[in-house]
């Protein structure tokens, strides 16, 4: 008779050898059954615990109580041999490094004799695997507010939707900030642990305790001690990994960097969420760690950049908000992927901190330039897009930051990102950079056209997106500017003299379009635009209507229908010749083509593309071509709101034969009305409401118009204006202020 057999592990049971049974895998270490091997299983009929003979020899006890560790936080400055083990010895098999701020159940203990009478003592993890005791240090059972925080982490496996105590987070954020003071290592340990409180409490606003949070107002106490908990977070970490940098100590050989970046990670997913779900403003001394972040994240991004598998990498950022607990193993290159990914992800975290931080607080240029300085060697297109968009706030948040901007030099990012940009973002970045840097500033528009000019143009044409093209036309627009008056940033230094002589249409002739100034007026209520000349603009400006903008030198014709404005009574004198400037050439050269190429690509029927090319007509003698293009475009709409300066635009060429035989037949159209209109308003009609239309019949609008001239979507020769269907009825002439609000029921 056979002796019954025993083991730690499963104690309640006695075990029998027998041969490899097919379809098993050992209960420990999940190892497949071979025939050549010996397995034992339980005894019990209804139990199927089975044990491999390897894991069988090994003479482990089982603890009584919950045990919890975690890696020996003094162990930051060392690389040691802190490894999952496949067995209780030092040479078997590694599975993964044993990462810090992770909490690791055991469930029991072993011995292995060394070498010089040593005994060294394991720990079996729940998960999987040994590991040497040395390495690691308890913390279940421990402090109490250590074991409290962990028996947190350990329950929300099992129910992520537990409710946190506020009380509880902030004696943890206090205590960690403690620790941090007496004992850097272990206080960026337990900070780590706190992470995940600290978020489920943002996110989940109403999964705290309800008993201590019952009003919005309960919550700013707390808030204020998560940000001051965040920001001395944030600058202890930051302050580790840059002397990280700053030794040239590898990124790739010790995982205490693991730590650092998912702690950082962490605080600015708090950051962001704070912002987002609780409506915090963040206070500006966070503008600096978000750009040392920058930094931080790039620098981790470039130095394991071999490691780096994109896909699935924003999955990364729920991650954070997991508890901290061991469930399975992962080796080193694959934490090393999972680190860079995650910073490429935190990247653009922070470009939208620092965006939104920035509403409310100044960007210093010397800031800025420690940034800069970190691109010259890190090229990474998420913080080159991150730092295109820091370009164009800092240049927009004061004429002082715009002149000095180019001291920072980023023409050169720019050109870098614009040589091959993957991202439609980085394509926006770099036209929304680059407008911002020459907005009314001739001594930048003069560097840029030189420097970027040329490879801006050349990027255009390989731009495929609607949003990338709107932000592409009005970099051009700004890069158009060419007044010959001295910059200014203020209407009260624009010339406020008699003006012309006589109406630009007196002077220059009612078929030309001079280069001269225009004041643009808007009348409230319809958002319709007209434009004056300045000696319209002087004498008798439009009724009802308010300056839309500062008076700026652009082609037009004066829509002004003053009867002494409109008689010509003389040979009309030349325009005023402006010398164009470079960037104007520029564009004039090779812009012609591209800009018809933009209308067409996006099939007209796209209204911030057809009105960025409208207003761009102001500042570029365009061809024909595209100012019949874009009339069609517009006899094709039945609202004209998000196309006004299109829609202005062809009113000045109303003289072209093409246009005006359109207008003539199809006297319905909004575009048509609307440029009748130009000499109604400017009589001073008064606007209705038209919140108050009474509802109309035969399937007409509210306000009954008829339906669009052309079909839908379809692009039309401007030679040949084909009779569209009900062109009866298409001699209806409208009120100019329900031009804009017209929608159409018919079908075409």
């Known amino acids: 008779m056979h002796t019954p057999l025993t083991h730690g592990s499963h104690r309640q049971h006695f075990f029998r050898e027998v041969t490899a049974p097919n379809g098993v895998s050992c209960s420990i270490c999940c190892a497949e059954c071979k025939t050549s091997a010996n397995w034992y299983l339980c005894t019990d009929p209804s139990c199927r615990y089975i044990l491999c003979h390897k894991c069988f020899e090994v003479d482990e006890c089982l603890f009584n109580t919950r045990q919890v560790v975690i890696r020996n936080p003094e162990s930051q400055d060392r690389e040691t041999g802190a490894f999952v083990y496949t067995r209780p010895r030092p040479n078997s098999h590694k599975l993964a490094p044993i990462y810090y701020g992770q909490l690791i159940e055991i469930v029991s203990s072993a011995h292995y004799n060394g070498e010089n009478n040593t005994v060294l003592t394991y720990f079996r993890l729940k998960s999987g695997g040994w590991i040497d005791s040395r390495e690691v240090v308890c913390v279940i059972p421990s402090d109490e507010v250590v074991d409290k925080l962990a028996q947190c982490h350990i329950d929300g496996v099992n129910n992520p939707n537990m409710p946190i105590s506020l009380n509880d987070l902030r004696v943890y954020m206090r205590e960690s900030i403690h620790l941090s003071e007496l004992n850097p290592p272990y206080g960026t340990v337990l900070s780590s642990l706190v992470i995940y409180p600290l978020l489920s409490s943002i996110q989940r606003p109403n999964g705290v305790s309800l008993e201590e949070c019952a009003t919005r107002m309960d919550m700013e106490p707390i808030s204020i001690q998560m940000i001051q908990f965040i920001h001395y977070n944030m600058e202890m970490v930051l302050g580790l990994v840059e002397e990280w940098i700053e030794d040239e100590r590898p990124f790739d050989s010790n995982v205490v960097l693991s730590l650092y970046i998912q702690l950082l990670a962490g605080l600015l997913l708090a950051c962001q969420n704070l912002c987002e779900q609780w409506g915090i403003t963040l206070p500006g001394k966070f503008v600096d760690l978000f750009l040392r972040s920058f930094v931080v994240l790039g620098s981790t991004v470039y130095f394991l950049r071999n490691y780096m598998i994109p896909d699935n990498a924003a999955a990364l950022v729920p991650l954070l908000c997991n508890p901290a607990v061991v469930t399975c193993h992962e080796e080193k290159a694959i934490g090393l992927n999972r680190l860079t990914n995650l910073s490429q992800v935190m990247i653009e975290t922070t470009g939208r901190l620092i965006v939104g931080c920035l509403e409310h607080h100044e960007l210093k240029l010397s800031q800025l330039n420690v940034f800069r300085q970190f691109l010259n060697f890190a090229k990474i297109e998420q913080l080159e897009k991150c730092f295109c968009d820091l370009v164009a706030l800092a240049a927009d948040s004061s004429a002082v930051h715009q002149r000095q901007i180019l001291n920072v030099d980023p023409m050169e990012i720019i050109a870098r990102l614009g040589r091959d940009p993957k991202l439609v973002e980085s394509q926006v970045s770099i036209f929304r950079a680059v407008s ?50 001295l910059d200014s940033d203020s209407v009260q230094r624009t010339p406020r003299g008699r003006g012309g002589e006589k109406c630009g249409k007196v002077q220059y002739g009612m078929n030309s379009l001079p280069y001269q100034l225009m004041f643009c007026y808007e009348f409230p209520g319809s958002k319709m635009l007209t434009c004056y000349c300045q000696h319209c603009a002087m004498y008798h400006p439009p009724a009802n209507a308010v300056q839309h903008m500062e008076p700026q030198y652009a082609y037009f014709q004066c829509q002004c229908a003053q009867s002494r404005c409109t008689e010509i009574n003389r040979y009309p004198v030349p325009p005023p010749a402006v010398p164009a400037s470079c960037a104007l050439a520029v564009i004039a050269a090779d812009g012609g083509k591209l800009f018809l190429s933009f209308l067409r690509k996006a099939n007209t029927t796209n209204d911030a593309v057809v009105n960025a090319i409208g207003r761009l007509s102001f500042r570029v003698e365009l061809p024909h071509d595209i100012i019949l293009t874009l009339f069609m475009a517009l006899l094709e709409r039945t609202d004209l709101t998000r196309t006004n300066w299109a829609a202005l635009a062809v009113c000045s060429y109303t003289h072209l034969p093409e246009i005006a035989e359109g207008l003539a037949r199809y006297p319905a159209a909004p575009i048509a009305c609307y440029v009748r209109a130009q000499q109604t308003m400017a009589k001073g009609v008064v606007y209705p409401d038209d919140s108050h239309s009474q509802p109309s019949s035969q399937m007409k609008s509210e306000l009954g118009l008829s339906p669009s001239p052309c079909d839908n979507h379809s692009y039309r020769s401007p030679q040949s204006f084909q009779e569209p269907r009900g062109s009866s009825q298409m001699n209806v002439f409208h009120h100019p202020g329900e031009l804009f609000t017209s929608q159409y029921q018919d079908e075409f």
């Open 436 to 485: 911002s840097i020459v907005r009314r500033n001739a001594r930048n528009i003069a560097a840029v056209s030189t420097v970027l000019l040329p490879d801006l143009i050349k990027l255009c044409d390989s731009l495929r997106n609607t949003s990338a093209v709107t932000a592409a036309l009005e970099c051009m627009y700004e890069v158009a500017y060419n007044d010959p008056r």
